[in-house]
């Protein structure tokens, strides 16, 4: 599985776009980018996952460049309860690679008033 | 509605003791995982199973082992527990390998 690498914390206003950048220079060809975060002292929680082109949900928008080596994590509106850690995670999704996830140190965003 | 439980929530336990973490869905989830999370490692993948009677190695399985005898249920075993394994362990499950469910955690002491 390709290496990520984050920043190690951001802060974001209330309100306002939060956006999270992960690097992924080595990523292969069938390799997905994943997120997930961990709110303080919960298990960690999926967000949204894409191969190549630009992914949307409830919860957020994931942009990742045309190249695949680096990708964008988009909270539109960021709120008090998104303060966490947020992992970026690159791996292939087939049954034979074992589901394992990678987890590196993510990034701490912390979402201010 | 569906879910996945830890228990016990919090364990102190003694160096050498067996000690058995549960971990329980009701999805009908056939992947299941342990995970340990320490400062300064992230989380790192323990043991995991695809179905009933399989189970694999994770990264830092020594001194842990598993067994899957219904879909429900993959309990982790501290076979001699040692301080070095005083940690938060998350059991997660999933059913197409994509998106993981995560427990609540289950946090141990070994003095």
């Known amino acids: 599985d390709a290496k990520t690498t984050q920043p190690t914390s951001m802060d974001c206003a209330e309100g306002r776009a939060a956006n999270l950048p992960c690097n992924h220079s080595t990523i292969s060809g069938n390799e997905y980018v994943y997120w997930y975060r961990q709110i303080h002292s919960q298990g960690p929680q999926y967000i949204i996952h894409?191969?190549?082109n630009n992914e949307t949900n409830e919860m957020a928008s994931l942009i990742i460049t045309e190249d695949r080596k680096s990708s964008t994590l988009i909270l539109p509106h960021a709120t008090l309860r998104d303060t966490a850690v947020y992992y970026c995670i690159v791996r292939v999704s087939a049954y034979n690679q074992g589901g394992k996830l990678i987890f590196g140190q993510g990034t701490e965003l912390s979402v201010k008033p | 509605d569906a879910e996945i439980t830890q228990s016990p929530r919090h364990k102190i336990t003694e160096t050498g003791r067996q000690v058995t973490l549960a971990c329980h869905q009701t999805?009908?989830?056939?992947?299941m995982f342990w995970y340990r999370q320490d400062l300064g490692h992230g989380l790192r993948l323990i043991h995991y199973s695809y179905g009933v009677h399989d189970t694999n190695k994770g990264e830092v399985s020594d001194g842990y082992s598993v067994s899957r005898s219904n879909t429900e249920d993959l309990p982790l075993t501290l076979e001699s527990a040692a301080s070095s394994q005083t940690s938060v362990y998350f059991c997660?499950?999933?059913?197409?390998?994509?998106?993981?469910?995560f427990g609540p955690g289950t946090r141990l002491t070994v003095l």
């Open positions: 894409g191969l190549k």
């Open positions: 997660a499950s999933s059913a197409r390998l994509v998106e993981q469910f």
């Open positions: 999805w009908n989830h056939n992947n």
